[in-house]
T-cell receptor
């Protein structure tokens, strides 16, 4: 059974820092991986989707990479801002269409 | 373009009561999903509908029923609510199944007393 972990569970950084969030998975037979942000009391906002054939995707200050062989994805946030404070979740789909499996999330606080 | 909308936003039920959570999307997506989010358990799939007229069980379907009313709407029904169903419920949609980018609604916060 696919298991997804995200470390650290929480992270505080000063404004302006570059940071990396990690997502690890146990089964490398994935079809795609999606990163979301969730603000307190709100729904999930899609940030980036990486197909299994891709190594990375970029959107603005965000860059997500995927290394299936090592079972890892990272989300890089450049020049962090207080508005980036949220919980970041990764989720992935298996090659054989298994259910979308979510990680527990990393709660990010960017301090002014 | 509202994306994915859910009603109600909040609901309190007594054990044994029934209710239906509504979800609608205006992105012409084929697939729709219902998730629940619980502290320490993350998000788990309850049911999904790959296309209009089809529904399938997810990871935690017990105690729930769903109806794909048309391409836009997908409802989740609790026939006899239990305290274990206290949770935040999210609806999502995508173009074609689990292989595509999913878009989420704002959620329904349900408390069962």
């Amino acid at each position: 059974k696919q298991e997804v972990t995200q470390i650290p569970a929480a992270l505080s950084v000063p404004e302006g820092e570059n940071l990396v969030l990690n997502c690890s998975f146990t089964d490398s037979a994935i079809y795609n991986l999606q990163w979301f942000r969730q603000d307190p009391g709100k729904g999930l906002t899609s940030l980036l989707l990486i197909q299994s054939s891709q190594r990375e995707q970029t959107s603005g200050r965000l860059n997500a990479s995927l290394d299936k062989s090592s079972g890892r994805s990272t989300l890089y946030i450049a020049a962090s801002q207080p508005g980036d404070s949220a919980t970041y979740l990764c989720a992935l789909t298996g090659t054989y269409g298994q259910n979308f499996v979510f990680g527990p999330g990393t709660r990010l606080s960017v301090l002014p | 373009n509202a994306g994915v909308t859910q009603t109600p936003k909040f609901q309190v039920l007594k054990t044994g009561q029934s209710m239906t959570l509504q979800c609608a999307q205006d992105m012409n997506h084929n697939s729709m999903y219902w998730y629940r989010q619980d502290p320490g358990m993350g998000l788990r799939l309850i049911y999904y509908s790959a296309s209009e007229g089809t529904t399938d069980k997810g990871e935690v379907p017990n105690g729930y029923n769903v109806s794909r009313l048309n391409k836009r709407e997908f409802s989740l029904r609790l026939e006899s609510a239990a305290p274990s169903q206290t949770s935040v419920y999210f609806c999502a949609s995508s173009w074609e199944g689990l292989y595509n980018e999913q878009f989420f609604g704002p959620g329904t916060r349900l408390t069962v007393l």
